[in-house]
T-cell receptor, first 108, second 117 residues
Framework: GQQVMQIPQYQHVQEGEDFTTYCNSS?????IQWYKQRPGGHPVFLIQ?????EVKKQKRLTFQFGEAKKNSSLHITATQTTDVGTYFC????????FGTGTSLTVIP | GAVVSQHPSRVICKSGTSVKIECRSL??????MFWYRQFPKQSLMLMAT?????????EQGVEKDKFLINHASLTLSTLTVTSAHPEDSSFYIC?????????????FGPGTRLTVL
């Protein structure tokens, strides 16, 4: 199955710094979803993007869908220790192939 | 909210035995359930997609005779790892989708950690 690449694979930030993860696909996506998985936990749905160029915000999290609908990003402003976890993008559709994930560590 | 349970949460078994994992949607009817496998520090790898009352669709490289999936009702899917071997040790997670949810998102179970000795 298809898999989208995410960069970076790992990111360590000081608490209060910003963080961004990028999701890149070689094909045009109908929509894309983002999930967060805490250490030892299971993925939890964050958001879905559908429209070209779409931007959505959830408090300190900003999600973008590229104009060509081939890439997406998640930006966290002023990270907190509660943001620790792995963030996955997942192209939507009838089947779900998760991205490679970005593991975020926040240093207090 | 939509809740998905998995049982057992952890299982240790001897090589050659079969292990059954249950995935239940507790407060909604799941039209589609997914089974994933996740190795340490890796992404979730889709194993199969199952719709209630029909045969599961397996991903390339996943042996359907080894990983038996049954989706007998709209609230229950089971994954049976037959003749398990140490290389089958992994974190198995199920998820469920339902028609009518706003985003068609997946609701994940807490996962089952399988260790084969």
């Amino acid at each position: 199955g298809q898999q989208v690449m995410q960069i970076p694979q790992y990111q360590h930030v000081q608490e209060g710094e910003d963080f961004t993860t990028y999701c890149n696909s070689s094909t045009t996506l109908s929509n894309i979803q983002w999930y967060k998985q805490r250490p030892g936990g299971h993925p939890v749905f964050l958001i879905q993007l559908v429209k070209s160029g779409e931007v959505k915000k959830q408090k300190r999290l900003t999600f973008q869908f590229g104009e060509a609908k081939k890439n997406s990003s998640l930006h966290i402003t002023a990270t907190q220790t509660t943001d620790v976890g792995t963030y996955f993008c997942a192209p939507g559709g009838s089947q779900f192939y998760f991205g490679t994930g970005t593991s975020l560590t926040v240093i207090p | 909210g939509a809740v998905v349970s998995q049982h057992p949460s952890r299982v240790i078994c001897k090589s050659g035995t079969s292990v059954k994992i249950e995935c239940r949607s507790l407060d909604f009817q799941a039209t589609t359930m997914f089974w994933y496998r996740q190795f340490p520090k890796q992404s979730l790898m889709l194993m199969a997609t199952s719709n209630e009352g029909s045969k599961a669709t397996y991903e390339q490289g996943v042996e359907k005779d080894k990983f038996l999936i049954n989706h007998a009702s709209l609230t229950l899917s089971t994954l049976t790892v037959t003749s398990a071997h140490p290389e089958d040790s992994s974190f198995y997670i199920c998820s469920a989708m339902t028609l009518g949810s706003q985003y068609n998102e997946q609701f994940f179970g807490p996962g089952t950690r399988l260790t084969v000795l």
